[in-house]
């Protein structure tokens, strides 16, 4: 068999994520301390887990509706009113999903035409661009500046938009990078749109990981709910990954869309994770501020460290990431992290891995205890400082 001809080619130059090829060399890896995946080394909260186990002991394993349980989508509208102002029908204008990715695949799938412009702020997350290309959309990327605090500016957003423009990413908190975008910031990016026919799609998976202010979401600001479907999920708040439940809200003609692809190609959601979910919305607000002082404490500490050994680094606002700048060192961002690795066992992710305006910089996840990013940052100043001794000979 020909397989090279058999395989889409659109599927076949899809590029894979470059966060997973180090996390899987570091997992190979005796001795290695990982810093590479966004993954909360905090346990599911006990009333999440305990639902979980009651609703398989009362059998509840059938199918559940292709959008989801009706009393999750209420919990979902709920919840995301009184924490963010936004207004859903959770019958007609809430889906639940398998993760926050395939809420983002769908709605993707649904806006976007072949030869429709896609606009991608970046460094961003992985997934969007390979999304867009194979669907045969045109990503359009917008390079976020360390000196406007990676946000995306209404000028940036002015001079990327075409009359082929369909739809506007808006990752924040950020994905790698861990910028926020304020009420003014987002005001100003809804004045750009408001009176075209561009859609945004609305990342907003970080949203409870927001430091020294609440979130404010694009879609509550004056004119935008009808244009903008917001994605969120419930892996990085309530620390269940594994449980793969995120959900998207938006216009009810995207959403009943969206909710025609899903059926088609998931079906429904796990229906143990969506019991589960339940609870999470209704008794662990909590364990959402538990996590995010934890988060908070680690966050001051991995800047000031990172800032300590010569990297300069924007304090992130959002999310459980650092991005420091680490292209002084005289290697690229590709190379530094591969040295770093198998030198001194300690695995962080080249800011290429989030599009090429990532180049210069790296990822270090500070989802892990104190403990174990101390002892990572003290292999990775050693491995600085070699770097300087090799450099002056």
Known sequence: MNYDALIAPRAAAMRPSGIRRFFDIAAEMEGCISLGVGEPDFKTPWAIREAGIRSLERGRTQ????????ELRAEIAHYLKRRFMLEYDPLHEVLVTVGGSEGIDLALRT?????????IPEPSFVCYQPITTLIGGVPVSVRLLAENEFKLTAAQLKAAITPKTKLLVLPFPGNPTGAVMERADLEAIAQVLRGTNIMVLSDEIYAELTY?????????????????????????????????????AGPEPVIRTMVKLHQNCIMCAPTTSQHAAIAAMRECDDQIELMRTEY????????????????????????????????????SSEEFCERLLYQKKV???????????GEGFARISYAYSIAHLQTAFARMREFLEELEETAHG
């Not at 806006?111 to 606009?119: H, K, Q, R, S, T």
Request: proline share 6%; aromatic share 12%.
């Open 296 to 331: 908070d404490q680690r966050r001051r500490f991995v800047v000031k460290s990172l800032r300590g050994m010569g990297l300069a680094c924007f304090e992130p606002r959002g999310a459980f990431y650092a991005f420091p700048y680490i292209g002084g060192s005289g290697l």
């Open 63 to 70: 199918y559940t509706a292709n959008a989801g349980l009706k």
């Open 347 to 357: 695995a962080i992710v080249p800011g290429t891995a989030f599009g090429e305006p």
């Open 212 to 248: 020294g202010g609440r979130h404010v979401s694009i879609a509550s600001l004056p004119g935008m709910a009808e244009r903008t479907v917001v994605v969120n999920g419930f892996s990085k708040a309530y620390a269940m990954t594994g449980w793969r439940l995120g959900y998207a």
């Open 111 to 119: 806006l976007v035409a072949p030869g429709d412009e896609v606009i």
